[in-house]
């Protein structure tokens, strides 16, 4: 009877688990770490991760030493090598560039020689075997190690057809080399082919490597993009931070702070954790954060938020959320347990193999069994089993999803989309909403001057000079929108003296000897200047004075791209319902929605609960399209079915989405769900010829009707049908409208 440890006498331990290659290896590991008494093991094949709760008692040394027992490597998270992600990464394209290297040559040298006897020079058949050992014995070498894995755990996975398909071509070709060249050879439909054409079966061999390495190095980058974006989340996060303590500063790691603690920020650094001002006025930059452009003034009793930068003033925060608490570490959990969603193509590819591959050694060793208590010569015996095994390797099933994704991935790049994974052709398939982040996706993300407004006896062109001539001392980004609308009008603007920022509230100075004043309604107020200008719905005022007179004001706001309306009809077009989802207010979200035509708006979401409102759509039955580009949709697009990034936005997203979209034209959103929806039906086609093939085709390799030399003809036919098939994407453009 096994006894659990109690609540208070656990711990939780995070491991880097190496040497996972499919779904079912990182349940083989979760279900050995579960074995041991009082632990409870959850291991992500996305990220090469697991979560273990442990008694106190238990040393980390005895769950890496039974990942090893397991066949895997696994090593504290935080204690690994962080460039070991690109050595093995690196590692699958040395073997992918040698085995390319060889087999081309390899490949036209074996079938001339071997059909066409003339050509053959002595040695010709160790020529072959030489090219062909280094692609066998060292380019496929993760094959192999994986079905020695397999087999000590009398289990089996496509590693273990893939490592038999091609030991067995190559012995077979080495057979024939040294001891078959002079018996005949066989029957192909027209005559006999010339002895020792057996070698062609080395053509096989590299072959298969080289196109299951081009898969296993793509899935290998994907798995680390995964990875990445939690990498980049945790980056964020600040390590240290100058708490304040019987009035003094004093540097600490951040893991020391407490809720309730004072801590000090100055001007450029980040905020460390979420707090309230305790004192103190300044400007913060959210946008890392939250994604809006304009810095958030805050002063005493104003909430903050860890990771965002304070940009003037010195500010004094009581600390209210720290650790795993705060808004950045929840972003950084949901992203995490978004990824373990992952490549639904290829775990359908999985669940078939485990059953597919036990079969067709089945099959191969009853073959052999059966020719030979036949009374069959043992040659022919071995032929039909080896047939068996080389038409069943599964080649054209390595190459549907690959050399689908390669030809999308291709095309989407002439276009301006970069496709990641297959799961992203999944999602694809029944996506019925399409979520729009508002800032810096559906809006520029920069601020605007929309309009100018002056009062009597003021024009536009003084207006503009005043205001941008003060403002070309600010850094704000409010200011920098009326420079450079100023800039435009009147390209040299007059100098400021006596300049001053005022955190929260404006700027002033001394331009042309007339002292002028920029800045927003408390401002005016204070200074009593009266004001009665308003500004349109969505957009910020800037008031402008001149020597204590109003002279105007100014409209700024972040403007809709030009390609937004366009865009969202697109999608209305597909049938899709398009939402607009927003941190902002819902004045602004609605003016936005209205230029572009979304009709679903959800304004005033916090960036935490993003990825809350996606579920909340998911929940009810919607499968969800996310479009964003800001630090704050990074959990949002790894939740939502299919995660699409603007390149042009934070590195986060780039690295949770699914999609990049390179372009700034919106209209590369409804180009992006046609792509992956037409890729993965290619993917599917694909799936479906080289499982019907396999199905076909063992019968007639059982009964002896294809030897070696035509199931190897076969299944490189089957491949160039996936690649041909594959390919049609090329003929895939914005403009066609068709049904994919």
């Known amino acids: 009877m096994t006894i659990s440890a109690p609540e208070s006498a656990v711990r939780t331990v995070e491991l880097t688990v190496s040497g996972m290659t499919c779904a079912a290896c990182s349940a083989r590991v979760e279900r050995t770490l579960n074995k041991l008494d009082g632990v409870r093991a959850s291991v992500n094949y996305a990220t090469e991760r697991a979560t273990v709760q442990v008694p106190e008692t238990l040393a980390d040394e005895v769950l890496i030493e039974r990942v090893r027992k397991s066949g895997y490597t696994a090593e504290i998270r935080g204690d690994e090598d962080p460039d070991i992600g690109f050595a093995r990464v690196r590692d699958l394209r040395r073997r992918l560039v040698v085995a390319a290297l060889l087999a081309i040559p390899l490949g036209n040298l074996s079938i001339t020689l071997a059909l066409v006897p003339r050509l053959r020079f002595p040695g010709w058949e160790l020529l072959c075997l030489a090219l062909a050992v280094p692609v066998v014995f060292w380019s496929a070498l ?3 190690r994986a079905t020695l894995r397999n087999l000590r755990h009398r289990s089996s996975s496509m590693d273990t057809l893939v490592s038999l398909g091609v030991l067995s071509s190559f012995a077979w070709s080495a057979w024939s080399a040294f001891a078959g060249g002079a018996e005949p050879g066989y029957w192909i439909g027209f005559g006999p082919t010339a002895p020792g054409a057996d070698a062609i079966y080395l053509d096989v061999a590299a072959g298969v490597t080289t196109f299951l390495l081009a898969g296993r190095y793509f899935e290998s980058r994907s798995r680390r993009s995964a990875a990445g974006l939690l990498a980049a989340l945790d980056a964020l996060a600040a390590k240290d931070v100058r708490v304040l303590r019987d009035g003094t500063e004093r540097m600490i790691p951040i893991g020391e702070l407490a809720v309730g603690d004072l801590f000090v920020v100055k001007p450029g650094e980040a905020v460390a954790a979420d707090g309230v001002v305790h004192n103190g006025l300044s400007t913060v930059d959210v946008s890392a954060v939250t994604g809006e452009p304009v810095p958030a003034e805050v002063t005493t009793g104003d909430r903050v938020i860890g990771a965002s930068v304070n940009r003037d003033g010195r500010l004094v925060v009581r600390a209210t959320a720290v650790g795993t608490h705060t808004q950045l570490a929840q972003m950084t959990a949901l992203a995490e347990r978004a990824q373990a969603r992952k490549a639904a193509v290829q775990r359908l590819v ?21 020719w030979l208590l036949g009374g069959a010569p043992a040659r022919e015996g071995f032929a039909a ?6 038409i069943a390797c599964p080649c054209a099933l390595g190459l549907a999803t690959p050399t689908a994704l390669m030809a999308g991935v291709g095309r989407g790049a002439q276009l301006g989309i970069l496709i990641k994974g297959p799961d992203a052709l999944e999602a694809s398939r029944t996506v019925d909403t399409v979520v729009l982040d508002k800032t810096g996706t559906v809006t520029t993300g920069k601020m605007t001057v929309t309009a100018c407004r002056p009062a009597d006896g003021f024009t536009i062109g003084e207006l503009l000079r005043f205001a941008g001539a003060v403002e070309a001392g600010s850094e704000h980004a409010i200011a920098a929108a009326v420079v450079t609308a100023a800039r435009a009008e009147l390209p040299d603007l007059p100098p400021v003296e006596r300049f001053a920022a005022l955190p929260g509230l404006g700027a002033q100075g001394e331009v042309e000897g007339h002292d002028v004043l920029v800045g927003n309604a408390r401002l005016f107020a204070e200074r009593g200047i009266p004001c009665d200008f308003t500004a349109a719905d969505g957009a910020t005022a800037i008031l402008v004075a001149v020597d204590g007179r109003i002279a105007g004001h100014l409209e700024v706001r972040d403007v809709v791209k030009p390609s937004a309306r366009a865009a969202v009809d697109a999608l209305h077009a597909l049938g899709l319902r398009t939402v607009l989802l927003t941190g902002d207010n819902a004045t602004a979200a609605r003016v936005v929605a209205d230029e572009t035509g979304v009709s679903d708006v959800r304004a005033g979401v916090l ?43 934070s590195d986060i ?37 080289a499982f019907g093939y396999n199905v076909a085709a063992i019968p007639l390799a059982a009964l002896g009707l294809l030897n070696p030399l035509i199931a190897g003809a076969a299944m490189s036919l089957s491949s160039v049908l996936v690649v041909s098939n594959s390919l049609r994407l090329k003929d895939f453009g914005r403009a066609d409208r068709r049904a994919a």
Request: include cysteine.
């Open 385 to 390: 089993a080896v047939a068996v095994l080389i």
């Open 350 to 370: 999985d669940r078939i193999c485990a059953v597919f591959v036990p079969a067709v050694l089945g099959v191969a060793a009853l073959t052999l069994a059966v």
């Open 142 to 144: 993760p094959f192999h």
């Open 607 to 649: 960036p935490a609960e993003k990825a809350a409102v996606i579920e909340e759509l998911r929940a009810g039955g919607a499968r969800v399209a996310m479009v964003g580009d800001g630090i704050n949709d990074g959990p949002a697009l790894a939740t939502a079915d299919l995660g699409m990034a603007m390149a042009q936005g």
């Open 653 to 689: 997203a780039v690295r949770s989405a699914d999609m990049v979209l390179v372009r700034e034209d919106l209209r590369v959103v409804p180009d992006a769900i046609r792509l992956a929806d037409r890729t993965l039906r290619i993917i599917r086609g694909n799936l479906f010829w």
